[in-house]
């Protein structure tokens, strides 16, 4: 693991030594009482990691850019399901050393269970919706009350009113009753945690309409998916990684105003300008072919850790794309044009029909003027003049980039896959049962 990435962990979970520490300077007695002092160690620690949970959504760049926000977004989940164990099984010790449960701690308890049931269920692809009767129970719902994903994060803002009573609730606790030091510390971790959420609900929005993006121009690549290319008023736009993504707003008129992630497709290389290049399959999507030139668009960016340059360089990379999933490797694509001609890299892209080739011609020059690189195209729906590769991804078409003799070195080549989810899953099968280690297989998934 790197470096930075095991600080930022440690900093995580050691996060309740402070407040621990204190705790037991104010209730020397509890040293002697193991019971109640696993009892507080477990609450102050789901209280910890709880306000911790702000932190991480707030999209900390400083901590972003070494793990990604995908890995951040399933990490916030998975503490959230931790830090309720540990504040059950607090409030269970508690109720039994002492006979009652204070309402403030039954309450944070209640509704911090049904926001966390709701956000696995409504607004992450968790493990809960491999069962195939809560799949179908999350389909009827989102159905019979017409559920957007927007509707549903902002119920998952509902956050903080657990949060407030519990800080409510740790601030009756016998150490803060009896220790001032305690109290601030309880108020310092709070103050944190709400100015993390302020920062990203309030001053961020703010800061980014002070630098709006303008559309310079919307291209349509395909029946169903277009290229929306943005400037930043103040010259150049931000520095950014291939394959990393953005969250955009349009501003425009005949568009939703909400904030959705998508990679952008453009080079680095050059910074003049920004492409995000989107299909259509839901409302918003839909009605980005409303946008103009000139109409404002918010950024917030860059996200994400799937670039090749976040990685030592390797013998050869294999770029496997899925539909719509070529964007990020697109980008990655263009930069080795851009910077590095001799690069061995091949791209293995399936798509439906053949004007689902979008960028094809491009790809062509990149064969002619790249000579280590490969492109092999798929389609599952080929008309009868296509002469290329049909079905789907396969082992025998990843072979194909993966020549016998190189096998040897196998372990220098570095996959990079993006599509949608069916296509990853089989694809990161085969890769394995190919023998590739995991560590040589990235992804991204087209959902947070
Ligand atoms: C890291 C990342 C990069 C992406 N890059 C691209 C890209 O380059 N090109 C592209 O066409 N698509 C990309 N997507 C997918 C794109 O964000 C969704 O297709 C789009 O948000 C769908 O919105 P909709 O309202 O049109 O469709 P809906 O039918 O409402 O949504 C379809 C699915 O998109 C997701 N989604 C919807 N709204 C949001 C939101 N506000 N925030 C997060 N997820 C949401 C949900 O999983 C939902 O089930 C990317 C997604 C992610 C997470």
Known sequence: MNMKRFLWLAIYFLSPAIP????????????????????????????????????????????????????????HALMALVSITLAFVHSRIKFSLLGHQPLSGQLTLILFALVIIFALLFLLNSFLLKIRWVTELRQFVIRTFALQFNTMVWFHNLTLLPSGIMVYHVLQSTAATESLPMRMIYFLY?????????????????????NPYRVISVQTEASNVLTVALASQRGEVFRYKPGQFVFMTPLGENVL????????????????????TVKEVGDFTRRLKNLRVGDKVLIDGPYGYF?????????????????????????MLRFMYATD?????????????????????????????????????????ADADWKGETG???????????????????????????GPPVMMEKTIHILKGMGIAPRNIRFERFAL
């Open 392 to 418: 789907f991804i396969s082992e025998g078409v990843i072979r194909r980039v993966q020549p016998e003799h190189e096998e040897k070195k196998a372990s220098d080549v570095d996959y990079y896959l993006c």
């Open 190 to 210: 709070a103050g944190a945690g709400l100015g993390f959420y302020v920062y990203h609900k309030l001053m961020r929005p703010i800061r980014m309409r002070m």
């Open 257 to 276: 105003r909400e904030e959705h992630p998508f990679s952008i497709s453009s080079s680095p290389d050059n910074l003049q300008r920004l492409t995000l």
């Open 20 to 75: 621990i520490t204190f705790a037991v300077a104010a209730m020397p007695y509890t040293l002697g009482d193991p019971i109640y002092l696993l009892s507080m160690v477990l609450g102050i620690t789901a209280f910890t990691w709880m306000v911790n949970q702000f932190v991480i959504s707030a999209r900390p760049k400083f901590a972003e850019a070494h793990f990604g926000m995908d890995r951040m977004y399933r990490f």
């Open 341 to 381: 001609k001799g690069q061995k890299v091949a791209l293995i892209w399936g798509v439906r029909t053949q004007p689902d080739l979008i960028w094809a011609d491009e790809i062509r020059v990149f064969e002619k003027e790249m000579p280590r690189f490969r492109f092999i195209p798929i389609l599952s729906q």
């Open 307 to 331: 670039s090749h340059l976040n990685y030592p360089k390797s013998e050869g990379v294999v770029f496997i794309a899925g539909g719509i999933g070529i964007t990020p490797l697109m980008s």
